[in-house]
């Protein structure tokens, strides 16, 4: 009975644990296709997710697409296109300026306090891929004291009358495909030539004829060749003429660039002209004495010619990515009988930083001495106050904007050499400018 208890006991217990196990092996099988069936169904949504995102970029790009054809055919309508050919931009300039320290003739004069305005408009246009057209207005103190001023500037006076604004640049300019380098001009063009202010003021816009070309196969040495036939005045006689020959090269070693040139300036006829005035002969020599040349017994014309030998530097390159360049033009006068003492200007100076962009700050400093005949007193820089001149200039420049500059410039100058007038002219010049982009 007893054997007969434990076997029913052993067998009893031999079925339970193999229900257990089934029970056990079933549940897991439940798990595993639970899971599969999960996993599916993630990676359909996946699927689904990977769709929906590319009908959704595909449809951004046929959005982006679509709005640049609009904008492109809305440009189209209502712009013809000689309008987008032409560019335009320009400044308006208001300056204090302060003179003091003045003595004529040995003798004190009073201190003088002005302001001054400038306003300019630029307007270029592309005719083609080869031609371009050029057009320029700016303020101008026309024939304000006896000649046809070159400056920029017109004075805060007349008793609030309206200032002249007038046309100071109206050229043509030829840049042919068949050989790259080249250009060809004629009209009333920008100073196109190296120079410094000894010999041009930056607002003087000459008349006449000019080429160049400069051989571009190169990297490292680029030499060129500039020309041009400028007419000064022009009447029934002899018409006053300027011819300028410029050869030179670039040599670029690293970041440095080295420009070098010399050139060739011959003033014809200077005394046939109307000297650069409407109102008469007398008025405009008491002008030409003012700036600085020697002027015939008469009174009535240049005692010497002016045919000038240049030659011409400038060094560019950056310290901790500042752009530097450093500048000397020297300049001697050979025509007939001009004394040796008269004949010679030189001109060195630098420029540190350069003045695009808000916070952007620059400094420049130029020393200048110019003898009485060694330049042509009415065309260089106006501020520094013709030939017979001598000291130095210093300009800081900051961006307050990017539309916006502001300057500040001091002149230290003096009378080169004493013409008879008892020497001993001097001027102390200060300058604040507020210039604003268009």
Known sequence: MRRLFFTLFLAGLIACVAATSDVYALSNQVIMDKLDELQRSVEKQQQEIRYLKQQLEEQKVAVTEATEVAVKEAKETVLPGWVKRIKITGDVRTRYEGRFNLKKAGEEQENRNRGRLRARLFIDGKISDEFTAHIALCTNMDTKRGWKGKTANDDMTGYASTKNFGLIRSYGEYKPKWLPGSKFGAGKFKLNFLHTRILWDPDCNPEGI??????????????????????????????????????????????????????????????????????????????????????????????????????????????????????????????????????????????????????????????AKIEPDSTLGIYNDSDFYGSNRQGIKTKVSYNAWDWLTLNSAIFFTEEEKDVGNDGDDKETRFMIDFVAKL
Not at 276 to 285: D, F, L, W
Not at 303 to 321: H, M, P
Not at 337 to 364: E, M, Y
């Open 210 to 367: 000019y080429g160049s070309y400069t051989y571009t196969e190169l990297d490292m040495f680029q030499p060129f060749l500039y020309l041009s036939w400028i007419i000064l005045d022009e009447n029934s006689g002899s018409d006053p003429r300027l011819t300028i020959i410029q050869p030179g090269f670039d040599l670029k070693l690293g970041d440095v660039t080295w420009t070098l040139a010399g050139s060739f300036h011959e003033y014809v006829n200077l005394n046939e002209g109307t000297a650069r005035t409407v109102e008469g002969v007398e008025k405009s020599m008491a002008n030409m004495a003012l700036y600085g040349n020697t002027l015939n017994a008469a009174g009535d014309g240049y005692q010497y010619g002016f045919k000038l030998y240049q030659s011409i530097t400038f060094v560019k390159f950056r310290v901790a990515d500042v752009p530097v360049k450093l500048f000397f033009d020297y300049i001697k006068n050979v025509a007939d009988d001009v004394p040796s003492d008269h004949d010679t200007a030189i001109c060195a100076g630098f420029n540190i930083g350069k003045n695009k962009k808000q916070g952007d700050l620059s400094l420049f400093f130029q020393y």
